[in-house]
C-alpha cells in the first residue's frame, strides 16, 4: 500500500485515542509513515502514554495551546493529524497548509449537536438517535466535510457516560472503515448542509442551566439527571434545586419500582410515566 503522508499524529485523550492509536500503530508496517501522539489535556493515569511506551511512539505533553501551534505549524512534511477526543482548536494558518491534512472525531451526527458535550445535549434534548462523525477540519468549528457517520439509538434510562463509552466504540469503528481512503487521498466527503438555525454548544454551558425544576416535568427532570452524569468524572457541578424554598443539590438519583418507594430524610419520589418513580437525594445548601 501506498501514501504520501510522512507522518500520522494523534491528538487527544481517553479510549478513543487509546485505540485510534493503537490501530496506527498497527497499520505503520502497510504504509511506513512515522506515527507520534500530543496529549494536550493533561491527564494524570494517562492510557495513552503507556501504548505508547509498549509500542514504541513518540510521546509529548504540550498543554500550553501557543506552544502547540507552533509545533504543529513547524511542521514540514505532509502529516495526517487525527483530532480523537481533543479540545484544541485549530489555527486557520494551519488548516490551509498545504502539507497538513486534519481529521476530527465528533460525538454526534454532524451538522447537528456542534461544540462541546454532545452526548448530554442529545439525552437532555430527547432525542431517539445520535452517532458519531468524522470530517476534515476547518477553520469553523465543526464545519468540515464529513468523511463517515455511525449512528445508535438512544436508550430510555441512558446516562451520559454510558452513551459517550458506546460513541467512543463506534468512533473507532468508523475510523478503520475510512483510514485507507483518506491516506490515500480519495475519501468521497460530503459537504455539512447548515441551517440559520445551527447552534454551537459551548463547554461552559449546562443542560437545563444546571437547574432541576422537580415540580415539572418528571420526564424532562429525568433526562436532565441522565444528561449530565458522567459517573465519576466531573464534566459538570451537581445540579442545584428548590425544595420548600430552600436550594439544595443533587447528591444522586436512580428509578425505582413503587415497591422501592421509602420514607427518608432529604428524599424525593417522582412518579414516572411508566409506573416507576424517580427517587432523588439532595443535600441542603
Same mark, same amino acid.
Given at each position: 500500500?501506498?501514501?504520501?503522508?510522512?507522518?500520522v499524529?494523534v491528538i487527544?485523550?481517553?479510549?478513543?485515542?487509546?485505540?485510534?492509536?493503537?490501530?496506527?500503530?498497527?497499520?505503520?508496517?502497510?504504509?511506513?509513515?512515522?506515527?507520534?501522539?500530543?496529549?494536550?489535556?493533561?491527564?494524570?493515569?494517562s492510557?495513552?502514554?503507556?501504548i505508547? $511506551? &509498549? /509500542?514504541?511512539?513518540?510521546?509529548?505533553?504540550?498543554?500550553e495551546?501557543a506552544?502547540?501551534?507552533?509545533? !504543529?505549524? @513547524?511542521? +514540514?512534511e505532509?502529516t495526517?493529524?487525527?483530532?480523537a477526543?481533543?479540545n484544541?482548536?485549530?489555527s486557520k494558518t494551519?488548516?490551509?497548509?498545504?502539507?497538513?491534512?486534519?481529521?476530527?472525531?465528533?460525538?454526534?451526527?454532524?451538522?447537528?449537536?456542534?461544540?462541546?458535550?454532545?452526548?448530554?445535549?442529545?439525552?437532555?434534548?430527547?432525542?431517539?438517535?445520535?452517532?458519531?462523525?468524522?470530517?476534515y477540519?476547518?477553520?469553523?468549528?465543526?464545519?468540515?466535510?464529513?468523511i463517515?457517520?455511525?449512528?445508535?439509538?438512544?436508550?430510555?434510562?441512558?446516562?451520559?457516560?454510558?452513551? $459517550? &463509552? /458506546?460513541?467512543?466504540?463506534?468512533?473507532?469503528?468508523?475510523?478503520?472503515?475510512?483510514?485507507?481512503k483518506? !491516506?490515500a @487521498?480519495c +475519501?468521497?466527503a460530503?459537504?455539512?448542509?447548515f441551517?440559520g438555525?445551527?447552534?454551537l454548544?459551548?463547554?461552559?454551558?449546562?443542560?437545563?442551566?444546571g437547574?432541576?425544576?422537580?415540580?415539572?416535568?418528571?420526564?424532562?427532570?429525568?433526562?436532565?439527571?441522565?444528561?449530565?452524569d458522567?459517573?465519576?468524572s466531573?464534566?459538570f457541578?451537581?445540579l442545584?434545586?428548590?425544595?420548600?424554598?430552600h436550594?439544595?443539590?443533587?447528591v444522586?438519583y436512580?428509578?425505582?419500582?413503587?415497591k422501592?418507594?421509602e420514607?427518608?430524610e432529604?428524599?424525593?419520589?417522582?412518579?414516572?410515566?411508566?409506573?416507576d418513580?424517580?427517587?432523588i437525594?439532595?443535600?441542603?445548601?
Amino acid at each position: 500500500m501506498d501514501t504520501n503522508f510522512r507522518r500520522v499524529i494523534v491528538i487527544g485523550y481517553g479510549k478513543a485515542a487509546g485505540d485510534i492509536l493503537k490501530y496506527i500503530a498497527d497499520r505503520r508496517a502497510d504504509y511506513a509513515y512515522q506515527s507520534a501522539f500530543i496529549e494536550h489535556e493533561i491527564h494524570a493515569l494517562s492510557v495513552t502514554e503507556n501504548i505508547c $511506551t &509498549e /509500542r514504541g511512539i513518540p510521546f509529548q505533553r504540550i498543554p500550553e495551546k501557543a506552544v502547540l501551534a507552533r509545533y !504543529l505549524e @513547524e511542521i +514540514a512534511e505532509k502529516t495526517l493529524i487525527v483530532s480523537a477526543s481533543n479540545n484544541f482548536l485549530f489555527s486557520k494558518t494551519l488548516v490551509e497548509k498545504e502539507n497538513i491534512t486534519i481529521m476530527n472525531f465528533h460525538n454526534a451526527l454532524l451538522p447537528n449537536y456542534p461544540g462541546r458535550n454532545a452526548p448530554s445535549w442529545v439525552i437532555y434534548k430527547g432525542e431517539r438517535e445520535t452517532g458519531i462523525t468524522w470530517h476534515y477540519v476547518t477553520a469553523g468549528v465543526d464545519e468540515g466535510n464529513i468523511i463517515v457517520q455511525k449512528r445508535c439509538e438512544i436508550g430510555p434510562d441512558e446516562k451520559a457516560y454510558e452513551l $459517550t &463509552e /458506546r460513541l467512543m466504540n463506534l468512533a473507532c469503528e468508523g475510523f478503520a472503515e475510512c483510514f485507507d481512503k483518506v !491516506l490515500a @487521498e480519495c +475519501a468521497q466527503a460530503v459537504p455539512q448542509e447548515f441551517s440559520g438555525e445551527r447552534r454551537l454548544y459551548r463547554s461552559k454551558e449546562i443542560p437545563g442551566d444546571g437547574f432541576l425544576d422537580v415540580a415539572g416535568d418528571t420526564e424532562a427532570a429525568y433526562r436532565l439527571l441522565r444528561s449530565v452524569d458522567y459517573g465519576k468524572s466531573e464534566i459538570f457541578p451537581p445540579l442545584r434545586l428548590r425544595i420548600e424554598g430552600h436550594e439544595a443539590v443533587v447528591v444522586r438519583y436512580r428509578k425505582v419500582a413503587p415497591k422501592k418507594r421509602e420514607e427518608g430524610e432529604n428524599l424525593l419520589f417522582l412518579p414516572l410515566r411508566d409506573g416507576d418513580y424517580l427517587k432523588i437525594k439532595y443535600r441542603a445548601l
